[in-house]
């Protein structure tokens, strides 16, 4: 038949019909579809001749269609893709019907009404007493790259892994429906027609269930999409044993025969390829089970289920020997196969080397040569001390409390590398993605997966056989979680990160990488350390000055001398700081413009040591969880509030309590526990025309750029140019040079200059020494200078000044204070209105015997009023024998 035939459509509804058959009209728009508003009644109630005239009685040519299953009287029909007979499958489903004893049924099949379709496919149907299944795929393949459509193609693109599948054999059964013949022309999409190869609706055949289930079992065996392995049908692949060792299931599948291994339970009817297809081995029925279909991965599919084999499962031989012998059981089956021969005895598990670190360190820092820079094919002296173990050590953790105690155990020996002990238990040191070191508290996971690598850890199990067997097994969650509820661990304390040489207490320099018993400080330099030269020469001295200060701060516009001198201590205090004791006070970069060179000077030492930047929080609660943070989790020595508002004026208990305090303590974010974190970070901020107020001045190191030009950030000119791309270039160099400037002040005996700055007294004494031996002056000589910075003292100093002029040394009452110098009373910080006498009485009573420069407020108390009374002594006033009653 052509395209330009017309097809009686009529006359073939007729014959259908007449065959039991329930017919459907199909649209002529190459979809296939229905031309019924729904078909869903004709699923169930077959179409009548009148239904036939108005849907076939026009001219215009359309399809016809059969609706399958109870309908029509049980039929179904059996469909082989075009693809599928290219591919042969009907030459192959018929030489294992006669293999089987199917030969009779499935001719009668492809002789009784057989069709192909306008792809090259085949149709054929059956009649099944007692009732057909739905629509059924029976055999898939992945489709081969040549036959992806465009949409598959783009399928792939978006999903590589996406896997593209051919149907080859399936059915239509209840609620399904098919074309016929003579359907044809713009029907199906490629124009072309059904055609009838064999029989008519009429001469339909008829089978039992058990026969069509047989047939469809011939069918299903042909498929060949992979089926997911199990591990107790066939064991996933394991990693090859040491020194070319077997394991007995591997030999077994590479030494055995299928018919050996399914003798008594199957027996070969034909092979076709590498595949072959089983029978029961009583002869009882057909084809029940295949093997080989795929070469590579030799499996047993069985698609009967009158058997120990689970169905549309595959069996690799160890898996199936292990079902019919041994339950399943796979460890009984290794072992019996052992005992008969199979395999190799695999030697017991060596432990490894933990392996040496890769990368070079030098043990010193200093070789100040501009031209030399650290290199990697550097011959550096004796190398890093590191803690190095030799081999993983083993642990039988069978017992747990012998695991815990085999674990502490290894603590105290140092068998676990690069594990430490702080405030709130083990951690471990990192760096993150930007190279800043990290301090790791351990939970419950890091330890589990620390042990994982670094502790071969293994039970012990009795086999079938009696013999003991070690098998390697991970320490359970709850072991993890009992070590680290100890209050003590045998573990090395780790007090801190530096990241450059420092000196320790005894004037010793820390120079070589890793962790140092003698201060329990890490060293994890930000830059590669240079070669340290034995002694510190003049020469050596007077190269370090010029790079750091000849040259890297020549530019910078400092206010005065007492700015560069405050810079270049807050620059050598992160070499010093493990060697004296207490707090360091907070250094303020501040400027009276933009662009004038602040952030340049945090960047010195974001690349000589590394900083953490935090931005400045909203209130005193978040500030006080910032600085939890950074003394927690970060290493780096320095850190930075950067860029606070245009004015702020810094005042907060918060940071007054941080800056004066040795140790800080508070709860971890997000846990109850609280731990106590040494305060050994020098902490900076910056800003433009900054202040301070409160206790916070006194804890203050200013540091302030003056420019005294209208566009700040387009001078040019400088010394070493850039200083960014400088300080990569010569950022090692500069660390030298520092480390270099510290260890001649101590090879010169480390003389101090004694000047008082509170708390902060023993540090600054050893900064005024050493600067004073570098020759850097102007060391805390701007006291007066920092007065103007600080708006309170100003603010209380101008008060009581002028509160002392206007009512001399007499005690008077607070409203007469607030009558007599109203213009000159302090404001309230937050109305900015004149406080009430209640209100600045108490604001007296906190400042009572305090100094404002020169001048301080003393409490009187009048017994006879019953009241306090207020006056205004002068410095100059002290020794007089004056008392308050």
Known sequence: MTDTQSPDLRASARELH???????????DGSKAPAVRSWTPYKVQRSTPAEHDSWFGGSRPAGIAVVYGSVSGNVEMIEFEGHAIADGLLDEVTEIMDASGLGDEWQAILSGWATESPSGGRHYRVRVEDGVPGNTKLSSRLAREDEYTDKEQQQLREKPNARIIRVQIETRGEGGYGLVEPSGGTVHASGRPYVRLAGEPATIPTLDAAAMTAIRDVCRMLDTLPKPETPKTAPRDTRPLPEGAVRPGEDYEARTDWQDILAGTFRPLITRGSTTYWGWADGVGGVKATTGRDPERDRLYVFATGSEFQADTPYSKFGAYALLHHSGNHKAAAAELRRRGFGTEPPRRRLNAVPQHSQHFSDGSSALEVDHAPDAQDEFEGGPDLRVVSTTPDLDITNEADAIDGVLALMKAGRLPDLYKRSGGPCWVHQDDNGNPLMQQLGTDNLRAYLADHVTSYVVKKGPDEVETEERELFMPKTCGTILGRKDWPLPPLRGIVTSPVVRPDGSLLQVPGYDPATGLYLQPRVPLRRLQPQVTTDSLARAKDIVLGQMLADFPFATPSDRAHYVGALLTPILRPHFFGPTPMFIITATAPGSGKSLLKDIFKYGYGIAETAWPENDTELRKSITTQLYTTGQPVVVLDNLPNGYVVKSPVLSSLLTTEHWGDRVLGSTASVTMPNDRLWIITGNALRTGGDNGRRTMWIRLDPDHPDPDQRDGFRVGDLRPWLRANASTVVAALVTMVRAWFAAGAPKVRVRKGDYSEWASLLAGLLNYLGV?????????????????????????????????QPVQTGAVLAAVADHVPRHPK??????????????KSRDGRYFGTHKVVKVWDSHRRQNLWRVDVHADRGTGRHES
């Open 18 to 28: 007449d065959a039991g058959l329930c017919v459907l009209p199909i649209k002529s």
């Open 777 to 809: 002056e102007g060391w805390m000589a701007d006291r007066d200078q920092a007065i103007d910075q600080d708006d309170e003292l100003l603010e209380w100093l101008a008060f009581l000044e002028t509160w002392r002029v206007k009512l001399g040394d």
């Open 831 to 844: 109305t900015g209105e004149l406080p009430t006498a209640n209100v600045l009485g108490g604001w007296l």
